[in-house]
């Protein structure tokens, strides 16, 4: 299985701060990387697929970059409705795997 | 409103089994894959396998190989997942989710989730 590995695992930030979360797979998945978003309590939801296209409805202060097998995503300017925790997810092989997740809480 | 909506929670012994429901609503349902993932307490994101609603083909992954099956009803559409033989690490929420049938693929939209407890 691909694996995948997230860093930090946890951060602290403030409103307005820009956020950077750093994805890395165990081998090389081209740009076939999504990112989610889940508040708790709820399911996941779409942030950007395919490594950086925006998913209808996100705001644009969300934005993604990479291939191979080193990806981020980055909140430009944090708002309070994104403090929440942040997976990447690979779908170039089977089984699909998700990162182990980065916490995004207020400093 | 294009949604997927799951079954409540179950309370279940171990050894016993457990099947989820996730109706589709809002789209053509035969259009998309329908894959499940689950979350134990504070943990990540599990794949556990997708059926594809056209042909009822199933694919999933080896942890779970001999315990789990996805179907579907078309006429319904809905999706179920049964996972037996249930025990105490089976406590999670089970998600299903709407996948693209294109590669790459991603998740676009994603049931509530369905707590499943299994207890003595």
């Known amino acids: 299985d691909v694996q995948m590995t997230q860093s930090p695992s946890s951060l602290s930030a403030s409103i307005g701060d820009r956020v950077t979360i750093t994805c890395r797979a165990s081998q090389t998945i081209s740009a076939h990387l999504n990112w989610y978003q889940q508040k708790p309590g709820k399911a996941p939801k779409l942030l950007i697929y395919v490594a950086s296209t925006l998913q209808s409805g996100v705001p644009s202060r969300f934005s993604g970059s990479g291939s191979g097998t080193d990806f981020t995503l980055t909140i430009s300017s944090l708002q309070p409705e994104d403090f929440a925790t942040y997976y990447c997810q690979q779908s170039y092989r089977n089984p699909p795997t998700f990162g182990p997740g980065t916490k995004v809480d207020l400093k | 409103q294009v949604q997927l909506v799951q079954s409540g929670a179950e309370v279940k012994k171990p050894g016993a089994s457990v099947k989820v429901s996730c109706k589709a609503s809002g789209y053509t349902f035969t259009n998309y894959y329908i894959h499940w993932v689950r979350q134990a307490p504070g943990q990540g994101l599990e794949w556990m396998g997708i059926i594809n609603p056209t042909s009822g083909s199933t694919s999933y992954t080896q942890k779970f190989q001999d315990r789990i099956s996805i179907t579907r009803d078309t006429s319904s559409s809905t999706v179920y997942m049964e996972l037996s033989s249930l025990r105490s690490e089976d406590r999670a929420l089970y998600y299903c989710?709407?996948?693209?049938?294109?590669?790459?693929?991603?998740?676009?939209?994603w049931g509530q989730g369905t707590l499943v407890t299994v207890s003595s």
């Open positions: 989710a709407r996948g693209t049938t294109l590669v790459p693929f991603y998740y676009d939209l």
